[in-house]
């Protein structure tokens, strides 16, 4: 059996924590780490109907400077602020963009470890490309000053988030699909006067209910008659932090948390298999006047002067972007020994492994949730490219579209050459 194949995650729920007011409807999908969430979602709606608005591009672009430097910087104030709570300072922090970097910083880590880590230590020293060198993140590392890891935080790559609205889609989608083939199978039963419980449908004749039962789904979302619920677009961890200490650190962590007067812990999730963790979802306050004040002091527009928006408008500042943003965000936290780190990253609950059993494990694999993955990921590469409108969507819920479809689109965007073989 492979590595991806064996992997066994036992899960223990224990939130949410949060409150909710009786009779509120929650409204997070979204992107709950980004500050203009709503107005991306929806975007993002108006594009899963193929209907996108005229200044839909324009908004998406600022939406996307705007909210990913917010999401760098509040993610950098509160790392500090969660190490300050158990670590004394100094430490500093270095930028990486692959995980062989990250994965470079643990083997060098020379607190004491146990033989385990010891042994996958030298398993990574022996072979570093076996273990996906080049894999790209986009991430920053604390060390203390021993070069020991005291923690990261990153943001999610546009591919990622694309793939967990995928299944989050999927998800949502399968028990729709599955309750109308249902209803199929029901009304067969009725029509035939036999009681539906002793009613026997051939595997091949349940298989094209099913299909019929897709096909009907995506004419209504064609049509509007049917909309995504927002809990099924829900993405807490696009902002992530992981807090690496003790046992006895990490609970006197979450103990400050849970007192702290600005901070809610939304979710709290126990892992206890392969992969040992605690997942926390955070809501934390942003200062809008010390990150607007940050993105003047270091040029901040000089990253996005290729996004279409001319520059005179970036050296304004983030204050024109700022309307409608809401004042708190949500970030994931992780709490990790440092040998459940090293398991997480060379062991067997290894990330990119757990990312290939995500994608290989899926219950429902149709081709409406594959077109949202690839709605989400284009949503991403119109804003992060050089174009300032949009005359169509180039993914349709209701069509089938091939990867290459895609990847043609995000060509197109950056007036890059097909590479045809004819010229």
């Known amino acids: ?51 996108p608005g005229p200044r839909d591009v324009r908004s998406l672009t600022e939406i996307l400077i705007c909210d990913g430097f917010v999401v760098g910087e509040a993610l950098e104030t509160m790392a500090k602020r969660l190490l300050g709570m158990i670590y004394k300072p100094p ?60 923690g990261l935080y990153r943001i999610k790559r546009p591919k990622r988030i694309a793939e967990k609205a ?30 539906l419980d002793l009613f026997v449908t051939p595997p091949e004749e349940m298989a094209k209910e099913f299909v019929r039962a897709e096909v009907i789904m995506a004419r209504s979302f064609r049509d509007g008659g049917i909309r995504f619920e927002s809990s099924a677009m829900t993405i807490h961890d696009v902002g992530a932090i992981k807090i690496v200490a003790g046992e006895d650190e990490l609970r006197q962590l979450e103990k400050a948390l849970s007192q702290a007067p600005d901070i809610t812990i939304v979710e709290r999730e126990d892992f206890r298999g392969y992969y040992q963790a605690t997942n926390l979802v955070l809501q934390v306050p942003w200062d809008a006047a010390s990150i607007c004040k940050r993105y003047r002091e270091i040029r901040g527009w000089e990253k996005y002067l290729d996004r279409g928006i001319p520059e005179k408008d970036l050296r304004k500042g983030l204050e024109p972007f700022l309307p409608g943003a809401e004042p708190k965000i949500n970030i994931e936290l992780i709490l990790s020994t440092f040998p459940a780190m090293v398991e997480s990253e060379l062991g067997n609950s290894i990330h990119e492994e757990r990312i290939i059993a995500q994608r290989e494990n899926k219950r429902y694999k149709g081709y409406i949730p594959m077109n949202v993955e690839f709605l989400v990921e284009s949503l991403f590469a119109v ?32 007036n890059l050459p097909e590479h045809d073989l004819s010229g």
């Open 1 to 51: 059996m492979s590595a991806v194949r064996s992997l066994r995650f036992d899960r223990i729920f224990v939130g949410p924590v949060g409150r909710l007011i009786r009779g509120q409807k929650p409204k997070e999908m979204y992107l709950t780490s980004f500050i203009h969430r709503q107005m991306l979602f929806d975007i993002a709606e108006r594009w899963i109907s193929g209907s």
């Open 166 to 195: 995928n299944r989050r889609i999927a998800d949502w989608i399968f028990d729709k699909v599955r309750g109308r083939a249902q209803e199929m199978a029901a009304e067969r039963a009725r029509l035939s006067g036999v009681p």
């Open 383 to 414: 804003g992060f490219s050089p174009m300032t409108d949009a005359d169509h969507v180039p993914i349709k819920l209701w069509g089938r579209y091939l990867p290459e479809t895609l990847g043609s689109y995000i060509r197109r965007l950056y």
């Open 91 to 150: 430490f500093r922090q270095r930028h990486i963009r692959f995980k062989g970097e990250l994965r470079d910083v643990i083997c060098r880590d020379d607190r004491d470890g146990n033989p385990r880590v010891r042994e996958l230590s030298a398993r990574y020293i022996e072979n570093p490309d076996y273990y996906y060198r080049e894999a790209p993140i986009n991430g920053v590392v604390c060390l203390d000053p021993q070069d020991h890891l005291l």
